[in-house]
Every structure is written in structure tokens, then in C-alpha cells.
């Protein structure tokens, strides 16, 4: 008995000993399963950090690239609250040439959203008397329908009216320009701008062209016979442009207008003007940089002023909502009848479009040119809040 007894007690000490040992291969299991976890949580968690740590880095190469991108080649970041105040004497303004003989004119007839005829010819007496005479009643009327709404197309002061300090050159406060010939909107921006400037001076030249084909193909005008076919892209200055009470400052980027619509970057635009070598320029897009509000093309300065973007949005007798623009089936003859004679939409918001312009340089003026004596310029001066 006493053998079996302890033959029993074997035999449970044994069963024991296996339960113990499956109990500790179970909590070995356990843990290295808990051990595992925590692993794949801390390389989880190491992973995380690196990626926030390479996202910071990203970031700060991005701050980077944002504060080289605002300096704009100038080499300190630009601001709009510390204006360098230009004041240039005796300077001389650049004076392009009548003709180019790598960039001629085209007499060719050819289809409406295709066309070169007549790129860079010269408006005649005729034409030109369109621009620099139209009768200040044209612009009375057209004013007043702006103030009271009767223009079905928009006019304003395109993303806003920003006040800057003025840029003067040899005793006159200055228009500043900066477009492209490819770009639509520069093309029917144009037509308004010419109407505004002859009520401070006149032009002894201006030149038929286009937007691109890829962007509207309207018929405009050209401050200047253009390079209008440049594949590497170039920066066209100056214009025949003359007042006693304002400079006009061209700035005009041009790519192949057979293509669509193309600007160089404003770091491109520096250097070539750099090349070209006229104060009054090189300045005047130092100006525009240093403002810092540039965000496309066209972009202009009336005095005192910035109007960035178009003025109006004026493509036929109503604002379009698809292509192509009824302007774009014009041609500079028919245009320049409709300015002689307006007698719709179209023609009104044109003179309206140049109103604004004329407004934002009166109250540069002090109100002292005589077309700043019409009721509705001291009207629009008002609506838009240009003060003398």
C-alpha cells in the first residue's frame, strides 16, 4: 500500500510538474507575444516620429522656398508696407523701333482664331484719331451708366484697389504696365487703357496685334511692334507715348502668340530687363515687386493706384459664358468703328473700363488734368474710393 501510495503521488507530482510547464510555456508565449507588440508599437512609434521629423523638414525647405520666392531675385524677402520712394530725375525713356525686321508685318489674310494679318502694323491717322479723339461726352456717357448700373458687362477695379506710393520720374508720376501678349485679358484690357491715356497725353504710334491662339486670339493693340513669334521668350519696353502730366512705363512679356498663353517668371523677366539696361524700367519692376501683389498678367499701376487684373471683362455686348468670345471674330477695323461710333455694350464698357483708369490717375492728379472736371470721373472716384 505505502508503494502505491507513493507510486500515486508520483504520478501527481508528475502531472503537476507537466501542468506547471505547459502553465509557463503558455505565459512564455505571453509575453514574448506582449514583448512582440510592444516592439511593433515602438517601431511603429520611431517610424512616426521620423516621418513628423522628415515632414519638418519639408516644411522648413518649404518656408525656404516661399521666402526665395517672395525676395524675387532682389535678396531680401519683399514687403508692401516699406516702399522705397521713387523720385528719378533726368532720366531718359527707352525708344523701340517702328519696325522689326525678324518680327514683320503679315499681310496675309487669315481665319478667325488663327490670325497674324496685320500684327504689328501701325494704326493710320485715321485709326490713331479713334484713340486720341474720341470726344469726352463718350466718356460722361459711359461713366454714368456705370454709376447707375445700366452695363449688362462688369466693370470694377479688378481684384482690388491698393494705395502705393507714387513713382516719378523726371518731375511726373507714372502708369505702370506689366503684360503679356499672349494673354486675353491684356488683349481687351488694352483697348481701355489706350482710351484712358489720351485723356493725359497722346500716342504718336500704336500697333495692331493679338492674344495668342490658344487664348482668345483677340484683336488689341500693341504699345510697340512686339517679337511676337520669340520661342526663349522676352521683355519687351517702351512705348511712343507722350504727356506733359504723366509718364507711361511698358513692361511687356512676350512668347510665340501661335501657342497659348505663356509669362515668364518674375525672376526671368528681372534678369532680361537687367540686360536692357534703362533706370526708369529696371526700377519701375522693382516697384512692382516690392509691392508684392503681383499674381498675373495684366497688371497695372495708375499713379498712386494698383488695379490688379482687368478692369472690366468686356468680350462682346454681354459677359460671354463660353468660348469663343464674340470679340474674337472682330477685327481691328470693326472694333475701332464701334469706339468711333459706340452704340452698344461692347463700346460703352470699354469707355466705362477706361473711366476707372482715368479716376485712380485723377486722384494722383489732384483732380488737375481736365478730363478729371467730369461728373462722372468725381463720381467713379467716389464709388471706387480713389482720393486726391
Not at 239 to 245: G, H, M, R, V, W
Not at 311 to 339: E, K, R, W
Request: glycine share 8%; with cysteine.
Amino acid at each position: 500500500m505505502p508503494r502505491n501510495k507513493k507510486s500515486r503521488n508520483t504520478r501527481k507530482y508528475a502531472r503537476s510538474g507537466k501542468a506547471q510547464l505547459a502553465a509557463n510555456i503558455v505565459l512564455g508565449i505571453i509575453i514574448l507575444a506582449l514583448l512582440a507588440f510592444a516592439f511593433m508599437q515602438y517601431s511603429t512609434i520611431s517610424g512616426q516620429a521620423n516621418s513628423i521629423k522628415g515632414l519638418e523638414i519639408q516644411i522648413k525647405s518649404m518656408n525656404s522656398t516661399i521666402s526665395a520666392l517672395r525676395a524675387n531675385s532682389t535678396g531680401t524677402p519683399l514687403t508692401e508696407t516699406k516702399l522705397t520712394l521713387y523720385n528719378l530725375s533726368n532720366q531718359q525713356m527707352p525708344q523701340p523701333p517702328l519696325s522689326l525686321s525678324a518680327y514683320p508685318v503679315v499681310t496675309q489674310q487669315q481665319p478667325f482664331g488663327k490670325r497674324l494679318t496685320n500684327i504689328n502694323s501701325p494704326l493710320n491717322s485715321t485709326e490713331l484719331a479713334v484713340i486720341n479723339d474720341a470726344p469726352s461726352s463718350y466718356f460722361e456717357t459711359a461713366g454714368e451708366m456705370l454709376l447707375n448700373g445700366s452695363l449688362d458687362n462688369y466693370v470694377g477695379v479688378g481684384s482690388g484697389l491698393q494705395n502705393v506710393s507714387l513713382f516719378t520720374v523726371n518731375g511726373k508720376p507714372s502708369v505702370i504696365y506689366l503684360g503679356s501678349i499672349t494673354c486675353i485679358f491684356c488683349g481687351e484690357n488694352r483697348w481701355a487703357m489706350a482710351l484712358a491715356l489720351s485723356r493725359f497725353g497722346k500716342f504718336n504710334y500704336l500697333f495692331k496685334g493679338y492674344s495668342s491662339f490658344g487664348d482668345g486670339d483677340l484683336p488689341t493693340l500693341y504699345w510697340r511692334p512686339m517679337t511676337y513669334s520669340n520661342a526663349s521668350g522676352a521683355m519687351d519696353i517702351g512705348n511712343f507715348y507722350n504727356s506733359s502730366l504723366i509718364n507711361f512705363i511698358t513692361l511687356e512679356d512676350t512668347n510665340p502668340i501661335t501657342d497659348g498663353f505663356n509669362l515668364q517668371s518674375l525672376g526671368q523677366m528681372q534678369s532680361e530687363l537687367q540686360q536692357i539696361n534703362n533706370t526708369p524700367y529696371i526700377d519701375a519692376f522693382n516697384h512692382i515687386l516690392q509691392i508684392n501683389t503681383f499674381s498675373g498678367t495684366p497688371y497695372t499701376i495708375w499713379g498712386k493706384y494698383v488695379i490688379g487684373g482687368a478692369d472690366a471683362v468686356d468680350f462682346g455686348n454681354t459677359t460671354p459664358s463660353s468660348t469663343p468670345f464674340p470679340l474674337t471674330n472682330m477685327t481691328h477695323a470693326q472694333v475701332l468703328s464701334q469706339l468711333a461710333n459706340p452704340s452698344d455694350q461692347f463700346a460703352w464698357t470699354e469707355y466705362a473700363g477706361a473711366d476707372v483708369y482715368i479716376a485712380t490717375m485723377c486722384a494722383s492728379l489732384n483732380n488737375s488734368a481736365q478730363a478729371c472736371s467730369l461728373p462722372a470721373i468725381r463720381g467713379i472716384e467716389s464709388k471706387i474710393g480713389a482720393t486726391p
